[in-house]
C-alpha cells in the first residue's frame, strides 16, 4: 500500500495558477477589495506603456502609430548628440542635487524640533501652518512669490531698498533663479516629509529616553544615539524615493514660474518634454526623452536600494 502524501506536499505540487485561484477562493472579499487599485494601475500606470512605441518611430499624429514608419534608435541619437538637451540634463541634475542638499535634512531638523515642543496646542498649531502650503497649487505659489518679489512693489524688493540696496529682478536673473526655485519648494513641501518624519518619531519607545536620562545622556545625546537611529528606516525610505525623482527637478514649479529669460539655468527635462513634443509637436523625439529619464529613474531606485541594503542592511525590498 502506498504511503498518503501529506497535505504540505500535495499544495507544492500544485501549479503557480491553480495555487493562485485556492487562494482567490480562500479569501476571495480581500482580493475584491484589492480588485480597484489593480484596475487603477492596469488602466493607468500599465495601458499607457503602450505609447513608448512612439520613441522608436517617426510619428505621424494623423498617420496613427500603426501606419507611423519604424526609425530604432533614430530618435535616441538625435538625443544624445543634440547640445540643447546636454544643458537641459545638466540643468536638472543641478537644480534636483540643489533641492536634495538644502531641502531633504530640512524636515528631518524641523521634526527632532518639534518632537521637543511639550505644548501640545502650540505643536499642532506650527505643524499646521507649515503643512497647509502642500495643498496649494503650483499655480498659487508661483503667483504668491512672483508678486513677492517682484521688482515694482514687492515686498522682498522694497526691505532690499529700505535696507540701501538695489531692487533684484529675481524671476529674471540667471544667477539667482534657482534659489528661488529651492526656497519656493521648501516653502511648500517641507510640512509634508516633516509630518512623515514625525510619524517615525512616534514609534521609538520612550523607555530609552528615559534610559538615557537616568545615564547622564543630554538632549544632543539622546538625538545622536536614539531619535536619529530610530528614524533611519523612514530616512531611508524618503531618500531612496527621492533618488527616483532626480531627473524630475520639480517640472510642474517650473513650468509655471520661469520664463525664456532663466531657460540657460532653468530649463529641466520635463519642461523640454513639453515645450518639444506639445510646443513642436516632435511627439517621438519627446517620447524619446522622457523614456530616457523614466530608465535613469528605475536605475537610480534599484541602485540606492541595493546600496542602502549593502551598506546599512536595510532597504524598500
Same mark, same amino acid.
Given at each position: ?52 512605441l512612439i520613441a522608436f518611430k517617426d510619428f ?83 503667483? =504668491? #512669490? !512672483?508678486? *513677492? ?10 526691505? /532690499?531698498?529700505? &535696507? %540701501? ?6 524671476m529674471l536673473d540667471n544667477s539667482v533663479f ?33 534610559a538615557a536620562k537616568i545615564d547622564g545622556a ?5 538625538? =545622536? #544615539? !536614539?531619535? *536619529? ?10 531618500? /531612496?524615493?527621492? &533618488? %527616483? ?73
Amino acid at each position: 500500500m502506498e504511503p498518503a502524501v501529506s497535505q504540505p506536499a500535495a499544495r507544492r505540487k500544485r501549479s503557480p495558477l491553480s495555487q493562485l485561484w485556492a487562494d482567490i477562493r480562500k479569501d476571495w472579499d480581500l482580493y475584491l477589495a484589492l480588485a480597484p487599485g489593480i484596475l487603477f494601475l492596469i488602466l493607468f500606470k500599465y495601458t499607457p506603456m503602450y505609447g513608448i512605441l512612439i520613441a522608436f518611430k517617426d510619428f505621424n499624429i494623423f498617420d496613427g502609430m500603426a501606419a507611423s514608419p519604424w526609425v530604432g534608435l533614430d530618435n535616441f541619437q538625435r538625443l544624445f548628440k543634440s547640445e540643447a538637451f546636454m544643458d537641459v540634463f545638466q540643468n536638472t541634475l543641478m537644480i534636483s542635487f540643489l533641492k536634495i542638499v538644502f531641502l531633504f535634512p530640512l524636515p528631518i531638523i524641523v521634526a527632532i524640533m518639534m518632537n521637543e515642543l511639550k505644548n501640545m496646542v502650540f505643536k499642532r498649531s506650527i505643524q499646521t501652518i507649515i503643512y497647509l502650503p502642500h495643498f496649494l497649487s503650483w499655480v498659487i505659489v508661483s503667483g =504668491l #512669490f !512672483i508678486d *513677492l518679489l517682484s521688482v515694482n512693489g514687492g515686498l522682498v524688493n522694497k526691505l /532690499i531698498v529700505a &535696507l %540701501g540696496g538695489q531692487p533684484i529682478p529675481f524671476m529674471l536673473d540667471n544667477s539667482v533663479f534657482r534659489s528661488v526655485l529651492v526656497t519656493s519648494a521648501g516653502w511648500k513641501e517641507i510640512g509634508w516629509s516633516t509630518i512623515v518624519y514625525l510619524a517615525a518619531l512616534t514609534s521609538i519607545d520612550p523607555q530609552l529616553y528615559e534610559a538615557a536620562k537616568i545615564d547622564g545622556a543630554g538632549k544632543w545625546k539622546q538625538t =545622536l #544615539f !536614539i531619535t *536619529l537611529p530610530g528614524m533611519v528606516p523612514v530616512i531611508l525610505l524618503m531618500f /531612496i524615493l527621492r &533618488l %527616483g525623482s532626480v531627473l524630475e527637478a520639480g517640472t510642474e514649479q517650473i513650468l509655471v514660474m520661469y520664463n525664456p529669460g532663466v531657460y540657460k539655468v532653468a530649463d529641466v527635462i520635463g519642461t523640454f518634454v513639453y515645450r518639444i513634443g506639445l510646443g513642436e509637436q516632435n511627439y517621438s523625439f519627446s517620447t524619446a526623452v522622457g523614456l530616457f529619464e523614466s530608465v535613469i529613474a528605475f536605475f537610480l531606485i534599484v541602485s540606492g536600494n541595493a546600496m542602502s541594503r549593502k551598506f546599512l542592511h536595510r532597504g524598500i525590498w
